[in-house]
Nanobody, 123 residues
Framework: QVQVMESGGGLVQAGESLRLSCTTSGLRFSHTAMAWFRQAPGREREGVQCIAWNGETSHYTHHDQGRFTISRNNTKDIVYLQMDNLAPADSAMYYC????????????????WGRGTQVTVPS
């Protein structure tokens, strides 16, 4: 059974940083594109960034404005989202998702999801 698990969320002040982590099991991690999504209360889930098996990245939103960086370690089967200069608008549940191909698909194509980790940035 494939599992995806996020960690690293929390409450931080505006301008601070967080690094989210996503680990997987039951997945050929090094062959799989991985992505981060987020969903704020009352809003639709939106894709943030995706990283292909070889480290190529894709941006699904412009809202991170260069403040977020996705990376992966295929030896440890882990993907990160480094978030810098956080703002209240970044407050959301952040989800990690696994694709079914080497390269980043359209955001709607992800089928394996974690339960999320909450990021809160008070205004």
């Amino acid at each position: 059974q494939v599992q995806v698990m996020e960690s690293g969320g929390g409450l931080v002040q505006a301008g601070e940083s967080l690094r989210l982590s996503c680990t997987t099991s039951g997945l050929r991690f090094s062959h799989t594109a991985m992505a981060w999504f987020r969903q704020a209360p009352g809003r639709e889930r939106e894709g943030v960034q995706c990283i292909a098996w070889n480290g190529e990245t894709s941006h699904y939103t412009h809202h991170d404005q260069g403040r977020f960086t996705i990376s992966r370690n295929n030896t440890k089967d882990i993907v990160y989202l480094q978030m810098d200069n956080l703002a209240p608008a970044d407050s959301a549940m952040y989800y990690c998702a696994a694709g079914d191909s080497y390269f980043c698909p359209a955001p709607y194509a992800f089928t394996i999801w974690g339960r999320g980790t909450q990021v809160t940035v008070p205004s």
